[in-house]
């Protein structure tokens, strides 16, 4: 991910449909607290041997190294399990808030007079609350003069800090590609880095994992705004996205957007996110993957010593909100000045549910390509639409949706385009797909998963992402055979299972006098 312009770092609203990696495996298992597997990975007549070692720390902390020939470069990534979903009303856009200000610093890092610099910040905290104070009672004019004050202890803070240390000092050692990402399910935060150069990462990446200050937090806060109004009041395919999602979820947290309401991201507190940096940032929450030009007994060594006397933290509190069963359609319509979208999510399975082999081949034989069904039929025969995509969101790790988006073209309504995706999926839920098709789409999806993983970075992001997902990398081992296992049948169940009135939740934006013109 190209590192956005103005310091603003991207949140995802989508989580990738394929987390797997595809090929022919065997594993063998080396020991209680280290795993080597052998992968075959075939991808146009090309095969690689990859051995991953996994390293279990004694603070629970989850280490994977996998060395790879090439450049004397590594791609490392870090995954704590905390995201949107681990967010309550009052707090949404925590998880995203912490992940900008962990750029900005340690004690050790960012500062030039740390105690001068610390002594501001209770200043700024009792302001903060006498802001929210003067919100609620309405008083505009004692709000301007807290934030205005707020502002100047901020000013006087900048004396004695240099936020962009982290980065740059990562940067003069070599780094590309330095970011971070906040989504549903985690943050993970990624570099490419000069293989030689990783125990400074090392250092660097431990100081911040346990000692952050949340250093310029109330202007970090604007930049945030800023990012939701980009992205939401801004955008009728943010707001669509965000209805449609609270429309969809009644109770479970995923109803929730990763960059957090507007009056939540107004309101937090400094202690706030600091105690939800508490909460899930201790290392038994983290899996750490490195790729590339390593030797495996470096990175255990660099990781007992960095990584090792982090605190595990207590295990994080558990998600027990939990879905009610759907029992009936649900609509939302948005009014924007804009051509108008549809959107339509069916209640499906986590990732990890059997079903979702099948559930990632129907999606593809939907909109995988020109020559998948809606494709041919909204597109290039009636003529109806401009664009149509399906996905699985808006996580992975808990029950969730298959969503199906659509833009009509010309005059064509939204629900003619709607009527005409009823008419696919029912022939394709009562006649499943031909063997030719579903050939074709189990091919498609292996490709395109191996595509993701040529590179060190993206295959760093799948082992971190299984690794966390189902507590053992190894899992994603099995998938292409379960992939290849699916039949006509299979999709045919899934789409008459889950692809039903009851379980669906439409939103739309249709055009009529709106905030965007």
Do not use: C
Request: aromatic share 6%.
């Amino acid at each position: 991910m190209a590192r956005p312009a103005a310091g603003i770092r991207m949140v995802g609203f989508k989580a990738a449909g394929a987390l797997f990696l595809t090929g022919v495996a065997t594993a063998t298992i080396a020991g209680p607290a280290r795993a080597q597997a052998t992968e075959d990975l075939r991808t146009d007549g090309v095969r690689r041997e990859l051995e991953v070692r996994r390293i279990v720390l004694d603070n629970g902390m989850r280490v994977l190294a996998l060395p790879r020939p090439g450049a004397p470069v590594v791609s490392l990534v870090v995954r704590f399990a905390v995201g949107g979903v681990n967010e309550r009303p009052g707090t949404t856009g925590a998880a995203h808030f912490l992940e900008h200000l962990l750029f900005r610093g340690t004690e050790k890092t960012g500062t030039e007079d740390w105690e001068a610099e610390r002594a501001l910040y209770p200043l700024m905290d009792a302001a903060h609350d006498s802001v929210v104070a003067a919100r609620v009672r309405g008083d505009g004019a004692e709000m301007e003069r807290l934030l205005a004050r707020i502002s100047a202890l901020e000013d006087s803070a900048r004396v004695f800090t240099d936020p962009g240390e982290f980065d740059r000092i990562l940067r003069r050692a070599g780094a590309r590609g330095l970011n971070a990402t906040t989504s549903n399910d985690a943050t993970t935060y990624f570099v490419d880095l000069p293989s030689h150069r990783l125990r400074e990462w090392f250092e660097l990446e431990a100081d911040r994992m346990a000692n952050p200050v949340l250093r310029g937090f109330y202007s970090e806060r604007k930049v945030v705004i800023e990012e939701r109004k980009l992205r939401v009041e801004g955008d009728p395919g943010g707001a669509l996205v965000e209805a449609h999602l609270a429309a969809a979820f009644s109770v479970h947290p995923y109803r929730h957007p990763v960059v957090g309401y507007m009056t939540d991201l107004e309101n937090l507190s400094r202690e706030e996110v600091a105690a939800y940096h508490r909460s899930y940032y201790g290392a038994r929450n983290a899996v750490t993957v490195i790729v590339g030009d390593v030797d495996p007994d470096e990175i255990e060594a660099l990781a007992r010593r960095h990584f090792g006397p982090l605190p595990a933290g207590d295990p994080p509190p558990p998600i027990t909100a939990k879905e009610p069963e759907q029992r009936g359609e649900r609509r939302v319509e948005l009014v924007f000045d804009v051509e108008p979208r549809l959107r339509i999510g069916w209640k499906v399975p986590a990732a990890t549910h059997h079903d979702t082999p099948a559930l990632e081949l129907l999606a593809t034989l939907l909109t995988g390509g020109r020559s998948s069904r809606l494709h041919r039929r909204l597109i290039l025969e009636d003529r109806i639409a401009a664009s149509v995509s399906a996905s699985l969101q808006p996580g992975s790790a808990f029950p969730r949706l298959l969503v199906l988006d659509a833009v009509p073209l010309g005059p064509t309504t939204t629900a003619q385009v709607e009527e005409a995706v009823y008419a696919e999926v029912e022939r394709l839920a009562s006649e499943g797909p031909t063997e030719v098709e579903l050939a074709r789409v189990g091919n498609q999806v292996r490709a395109g998963a191996v595509r993701g993983l040529v590179s060190n970075f993206g295959l760093a992001l799948r082992l971190a992402e299984n690794e966390a997902l189902f507590g053992d990398w190894r899992a994603m081992l099995g998938h292409p055979e379960r992939l290849r296992a699916v039949t006509a049948d299979d999709v045919r169940h899934v789409a008459r299972k889950y692809l039903v009135r009851e379980g669906r939740t439409v939103a739309t934006v249709v055009r009529g006098e709106g905030p965007i013109s």
